[in-house]
């Protein structure tokens, strides 16, 4: 039998109200990663998705749960679930004993009209140069509102 | 057509639970510049009246709220040899009697306020709770997204162990996770990715926690949502 004082319940609450699932991609091209002489080199490349249908005035209200697929680090098929940030560094190879690496940074920022994925890839070594392989980093965020 | 039968009503409450909001923080707090490389920390505790670690999940801005971050999220700025970044980082912790602590840790240059707002959330072993009213229109269609009904469970992993949960969905579903120590306190929303955290994988039909080596058994409390 239906207990209709749960019903209140859902009406009143809050849960978080789902609003947007949209899915990203972004591209991180092989490129030559010169070592560091003082300026760390690195290379972003960003991707966005729209909020349209939230409107300026939900900014503050948004929570997201991002769920990606970073190619260099998962299996086909398999995504992190990414609550703001992915960071890490990779090795390429080594040179005279020493490891070869790039360091990456995966990043979500929530601005007033959209939601900004950025992969920045650099190389902090002072040895040596580094081409990492391209990067590609694909997945699907869902956008919900809170009653801030 | 109106329903005369109730019994025909299926009511997704007794079977599955959806995320209730029982709370909700915001606050600010400054934080000074870091020395390009040598860390900065800072934080506040707000308690938040409910006397019990619950789940949450937040939002946190440099900028008096024109850009956000999630919470473990990080705000980049410069750069540094020795790291290859210079960045700010903001997670949310609760303790066992309901003391939300946020906490920054600061490599730029430079210093901030920080404001932040969090969701706390009615947990699996909850007792009887009153969640936060909303003023939001609620959508009860399907197709707008509604709140989002979850199986839910916690597994205990210990060091540089993983534990497999399978949800059979044949599709990749949206998840939350957060970690514990004795069930009482309850960590920040989990995702990050690195060699010495907590991560948590999902494919079509599984989710994989994992506990990498140098992190103490620990409880992983989990939600699996069963619609897109």
Redesign the interface.
């Known amino acids: ?4 004082s ?2 209140a ?13 949209q899915n990203f991609s972004l591209v991180a091209p092989s490129q030559l990663l010169t070592k ?1 002489t003082g ?2 080199h ?1 290379y972003t490349t960003t991707a966005t998705i729209s909020k349209n249908r939230l409107g300026t005035a939900l ?2 209200q ?6 990606a697929n ?1 190619d260099n ?2 299996s086909a ?12 560094t990779i090795t390429v190879g080594s040179s005279g004993g020493f490891p070869i690496f790039y ?1 990456y ?1 995966f ?6 009209t959209n939601i900004v994925y ?1 992969l ?1 890839i ?3 070594s ?1 040895v040596n140069d580094v081409t990492p392989p391209t990067i590609t980093i694909t997945g ?1 965020t ?1 956008l919900y ?4 | 057509m109106p329903v005369t039968d109730a019994s025909k009503i299926i009511s997704a409450v007794p079977a599955y639970k959806m995320d209730q909001i029982i709370g909700i923080v915001t606050a600010s707090f400054a934080i000074g510049a870091g020395g390009g490389g040598s860390p900065v920390t800072a934080g506040n505790n707000q308690t938040s009246g409910l006397n019990v670690a619950t789940y949450h999940k937040g939002l946190w801005s440099v900028d008096n709220g024109t850009t956000w971050f999630d919470m473990n999220g990080s705000y980049l700025n410069g750069t540094d040899p020795a790291t290859g970044q210079l960045s700010l980082s903001v997670v949310s912790y609760m303790g066992p009697t309901g003391q939300l602590s946020v906490n920054a840790t600061n490599t730029t240059t430079s210093a901030y306020t920080i404001l932040y707002k969090v969701a706390l959330l009615a947990r699996i072993d909850s007792q009887t709770i009153t969640p936060v009213s909303t003023a939001l229109t609620l959508n009860y269609k399907s197709n707008l997204n509604y709140m989002k009904i979850y199986k839910e469970g916690i597994v205990n992993i210990g060091v540089g162990g993983s534990s497999i949960i399978n949800h059979g969905l044949n599709k990749i579903p949206n998840i939350n996770c957060w970690n514990s120590f004795d069930d009482v306190a309850i960590g920040d929303n989990l995702g990050i990715v690195q060699t010495t955290v907590p991560d948590v994988v999902v494919d079509n039909n599984n989710l994989t926690i994992s506990n990498p080596t140098g992190f103490a058994a620990r409880n992983f409390h989990y939600r699996i949502y069963l619609d897109a």
């Open positions: 039998m239906l207990d209709f749960k019903l319940a859902i009406s009143k609450a809050a849960g978080f109200q789902y609003y947007d699932i560091f300026t760390y690195s900014t503050s948004i929570l997201s749960n991002t769920e970073l680090l998962l098929g398999q995504y992190y679930l990414v609550n703001g940030a992915i960071s890490g360091k940074d990043n979500i920022t929530s601005t007033a950025s920045t650099g190389n902090p002072a699907k869902y509102l809170a009653p801030f």
